[in-house]
């Protein structure tokens, strides 16, 4: 590219920047220079992965191990008809480099536990974006372990939640465990007292689940001890660890973990807030 040609370029950038350029104390070369690893490529991530693109973060890095299915069409607004089935990382990348070209995207298919761990440590900024607290809270431990700032974004019907966690200057989300974090989860983690098949029958008839001593004492054979074992565990683990009880593992996940309420509009809205929590944080440097 010759010299014209690049003052061109950098002309045109400036001026699809233009806008918020004007923002008092808006500095452009910070967004230019960050990273922001979105992990979960839902709603939410959707919204906010395409926010920091069309506000000219230099690079996003995309992490997400599901496909796009037909009800994720009424909020996940990167994705088509034609994209059911497909990757949602690989799909969202292409969304997003055709809505700025000066921004790399870098799609991840994998787990987000599993991925590794460079990618967590290029981040000027992580994005949790995900549904589950077993994930949210490994993403915590991550950033504080790598130092990286996390915004963490949750929502469920018209509800919404969004919280900065700054390694070593704010509370992180175990910092806030007996408020938010379920119950089923931290007596997953108890080592204090022993479980038995009894504990985890009376815990499912808490939650409206009647299960026998003996269908209880065969989910104990498949290391099924909580609640949490068979909201969270793979599924194609148990399955291998119990075959003959994949029927029943799978009815109580299917009561114990129904689809979450979900609406375009508050995704949007909190969204929009999560993403102006990484651009502070990026200005705040």
């Known amino acids: 590219m010759t010299g014209q040609e690049t003052s061109m370029e950098e002309s045109l950038e400036k001026e699809r920047y233009d806008r918020q350029l ?44 599901d496909v796009v299915e037909l009800s994720n069409l009424s909020r996940q607004i990167l994705f088509r008809d034609q994209d059911i089935g497909r ?27 599993r991925i590794p761990l460079e990618y967590y440590e290029e981040a000027s900024v992580i994005c949790a974006c995900v549904d589950n607290w077993p994930t949210r809270r490994w993403l915590n431990s991550t950033a504080v372990e790598t130092g ?45 007292r022993r479980r038995r098949p009894e504990d985890l029958a009376q815990d499912l008839k808490e939650q409206g ?43 109580i996940r299917e009561l114990l973990r129904p689809k979450m309420p979900a609406l375009q509009s508050v995704a949007a809205a909190i969204s929009g807030i999560a993403t102006m929590e990484i651009i502070k944080i990026l200005h705040r440097g």
């Not at 565990?233 to 399955?239: C, I, K, M, T």
Request: proline content about 4%; aromatic content about 4%; overall charge negative.
């Open 209 to 251: 689940i009647t299960v026998t001593l003996q269908e209880a004492e065969e989910l104990f054979k498949a290391g099924i001890k909580t609640i949490f074992d068979i909201k969270y565990s793979p599924l194609g683990g148990l399955l291998k660890l119990n075959p003959s009880g994949g029927e029943l593992i799978q009815r």
């Open 148 to 192: 990286k700032p996390l915004v963490d974004v949750a929502m469920e019907g018209v509800y919404a939640n969004v919280q900065d966690i700054i390694p070593g200057k704010t509370p992180c989300i175990e910092c806030h465990g007996e408020e938010l974090i379920p119950r089923e989860v931290q007596a997953a983690e108890c080592t204090l």
């Open 22 to 65: 004007r923002v008092s104390g808006w500095r452009q070369e910070l967004l230019q220079k960050a990273t922001v690893l979105i992990a979960g490529v839902g709603a939410l991530g959707c919204e906010i992965s395409k926010n920091l693109a069309l506000m000219g973060v230099g690079k996003l890095i995309l992490v997400d191990n």
């Open 87 to 113: 990757s949602k990382s690989q799909a969202a990348a292409e969304k997003i480099r055709e809505m700025n070209r000066y921004v790399e995207v870098k799609p991840v298919e994998g787990d987000l536990r």
